[in-house]
C-alpha cells in the first residue's frame, strides 16, 4: 500500500502522472489491468510524538488525583475513562446486529485521531481534573 499526501494541486498532479505510468507500464508489458483501491479523505494534521508523550504525562497525573482523593486505577483505565467522558467513541454494528459505542483509538497507526483531538484530550483531561478532583495539571504549552 502507497500513502501519498495531496498538499497541493502539483501534488495531485503528480499522483495522476504515476497512475498513468504504472497503467501503461502494465499495459505495454502485456499485462492485465490490476484493480485499484484508491481511498480519498481530507488531509489531516496528524498528532505528533510529542503531543503523544505529554497526553500519557497528563493520564499519568490522573492517576495520582484519583489516588489523592482515594481511587485506584491504573494508566489504561483512566485512559479508557478520558477517552469516554470526552464522548471519544464510535458507533459499530456487530455481525449479530447489535449496535456498540467504543472509544476510538489514539494508537500512532490510526485515523482517529490528528492534532486537533490530541489537543482537546489534553485540555479536556486538564479541565475535568481541575473541576472534579481539585487537582491542578501543570500544563508545558503554557
Not at 498538499?7 to 499485462?31: C, M, P, R, W
Not at 481511498?39 to 500519557?56: D, G, I, L, N, P
Not at 469516554?84 to 456487530?94: A, D, N, S, V
Request: with cysteine.
Amino acid at each position: 500500500m502507497k500513502k501519498y499526501e495531496i498538499l497541493e494541486i502539483k501534488d495531485f498532479t503528480a499522483f495522476v502522472k504515476k497512475i498513468y505510468v504504472y497503467i501503461d507500464h502494465n499495459h505495454s508489458q502485456g499485462l492485465k489491468f490490476k484493480k485499484l483501491n484508491i481511498t480519498v479523505k481530507s488531509w489531516r494534521a496528524e498528532k505528533t510524538s510529542k503531543q503523544h508523550r505529554f497526553y500519557w504525562v497528563v493520564i499519568t497525573d490522573m492517576v495520582k488525583a484519583f489516588a489523592s482523593v482515594g481511587y485506584e486505577f491504573t494508566k489504561e483505565e483512566v485512559h479508557e475513562f478520558v477517552k469516554k467522558q470526552h464522548g471519544y467513541t464510535k458507533t459499530k454494528t456487530l455481525k449479530n446486529g447489535t449496535i456498540v459505542n467504543v472509544t476510538k483509538s489514539i494508537a500512532d497507526e490510526s485515523e482517529d485521531v490528528n492534532i486537533k483531538v490530541m489537543m482537546d484530550l489534553i485540555d479536556f483531561s486538564i479541565r475535568w481534573c481541575a473541576i472534579n478532583l481539585d487537582y491542578k495539571i501543570e500544563d508545558p504549552r503554557n
